[in-house]
């Protein structure tokens, strides 16, 4: 079993690492060593996205992750996506208190519009609409319910000292932020 040591590497490199890992075999497992929780959950989450098992043990802070890919991946059938990128708090330029009252009618807008948008994603001081204390958090987290992926940057929710109010969706990474916006059909970025 091929094993990969990705403790202290930074965001995206754990996804990458492991892509990179299980791009080798056609089946069979990979072990992956992390000591991110998370590192651990991106790397999660992509392995489960690619149809691979996932089993992992925690250990004093130490993630083993076993990652089983049972057959070859069948080339995926694209769907339909619009992604929205949030990167402020607040909707245009101009006064914050009226950017804040135009992003709350935005995404409650959008909540009700068809078709909704498959992601969105808060980078940068967007990521603050995403954590405790936002205005939005109702309208997101009808989004959510309804099927809308949303996710915001860890490097960001990290920079900000957010990490720990995130209130709805996953926290992502830069390989997930890029795929994401390179297989968008449409991109809309606020």
């Given amino acids: 079993m091929t094993e990969i040591d990705v403790r202290g590497m930074p965001c995206p490199r754990p996804v990458v690492e492991t892509k990179k890992a299980l791009d080798k075999i056609k089946t069979g497992s990979i072990k992956v060593i992390l000591d991110s929780k998370e590192s651990c959950l991106n790397v999660e989450r992509f392995a489960r996205n ?3 098992k996932v089993a992992i043990n925690e250990d004093k802070g130490i993630f083993h992750m076993e990652i089983s890919k049972e057959k070859p991946q069948e ?3 694209k ?3 619009i992604v929205v990128m949030i990167t402020s708090a607040y909707f245009g330029h101009g006064d914050e208190r009226l950017g804040e009252i135009l992003m709350k009618s935005f995404l409650n807008t959008l909540w009700d519009s068809d078709p909704k948008p498959a992601k969105i994603i808060f980078i940068n001081e967007g990521i603050q609409l995403t954590t405790e204390g936002s205005e939005v958090l109702d309208a997101l987290k009808l989004l959510d319910s309804n099927g809308v992926e949303i996710h915001s940057c860890g490097t960001c929710l990290e920079f900000y000292g ?3 109010k995130l209130q ?4 992502s990474n830069m390989y997930d932020i890029v795929n994401s916006l390179l297989t968008a ?3 809309i970025k606020i």
């Fill in 75 to 77: 080339a995926k059938v």
């Fill in 168 to 171: 709805v969706g996953v926290i």
């Fill in 162 to 164: 957010l990490k720990e």
């Fill in 185 to 187: 059909d449409k991109i």
């Fill in 50 to 52: 690619q149809g691979c």
């Fill in 79 to 81: 769907k339909s996506a």
